[in-house]
């Protein structure tokens, strides 16, 4: 069974500042692992993913993530924040057998200080 | 190109009603998927749809259902509304088989009184 675990579900940093936000995935088969965000009133925007190419995934608007076997996790990673930044950023795991659906954690709002 | 396009995006229905929401994928993407999102449960999948064909389904109660039709548009469907399903439904289309390629719609907020 497939299952992700956001830890902190609340994360403030300052303009400029980095921003990390963790995700540790349970799976019983090679994952693929995705990160979206999502601001207010809309749907989600995949920022990127992981499909057992190289290990770490570089995204949209400068974030990326690094698949870690080892230690299970996916953490994002963006050096700079910026006040744009500010939404809900969700990691999610799907499995490579040909199950189409994903499953996500409960999410981390990213709170940007000026 | 289009984006994922839900209607409507807003609705209130009372209790006891049920509701259809609607779902265009991007044009030529075939797998249409469904999600659910709640303060309490977050976000939870529900069914998947590929050539008119559920391939999957979530752990939902028969109230919710769902279709394809052979333009690729889906409808989902909830009967008999309670409290507890009002959530902003959110649809994703793929253009490869699996959540790979997912986009996402805006979603269909629905309130139930």
């Known amino acids: 069974a497939q299952s992700v675990t956001q830890l902190g579900s609340h994360v403030s940093v300052s303009e400029g500042a980095l921003v990390l936000l963790r995700c540790n995935y349970s799976?019983?088969?090679?994952?693929?692992l995705f990160w979206y965000v999502q601001y207010p009133n809309q749907g989600l925007q995949l920022l990127l993913k992981y499909t057992s190419a190289a290990t770490l995934v570089k995204g949209i608007n400068g974030f990326e993530a690094e698949f870690k076997k080892s230690e299970t996790s996916f953490h994002l990673t963006k050096p700079s924040a910026h006040m744009s930044d500010a939404a809900e950023y969700f990691c999610?795991?799907?499995?490579?057998?040909?199950?189409?659906?994903?499953?996500f954690g409960t999410g981390t709002r990213l709170t940007v200080i000026p | 190109k289009a984006g994922v396009t839900q209607t409507p995006r807003y609705l209130i229905k009372t209790r006891g009603q049920q509701v259809t929401l609607s779902c265009s994928p991007i044009?030529?993407?075939?797998?249409v998927s469904w999600y659910q999102q709640t303060p309490g449960q977050g976000l939870q999948f529900l069914f998947e749809?590929?050539?008119?064909?559920?391939?999957n389904k979530g752990n939902f109660p028969g109230r919710f259902s769902g279709r394809q039709f052979s333009n690729s548009r889906s409808e989902m469907n909830v009967s008999t509304l309670e409290l507890g399903d009002s959530a902003l439904y959110l649809c994703a289309s793929s253009d490869l088989q699996g959540a790979y390629g997912y986009t996402f719609g805006s979603g269909t907020r629905l309130t139930v009184v």
């Open positions: 044009s030529g993407h075939r797998s």
């Open positions: 749809y590929f050539s008119e064909t559920q391939r």
């Open positions: 999610a795991v799907s499995d490579q057998t040909g199950a189409n659906n994903l499953f």
């Open positions: 799976s019983s088969v090679p994952p693929y």
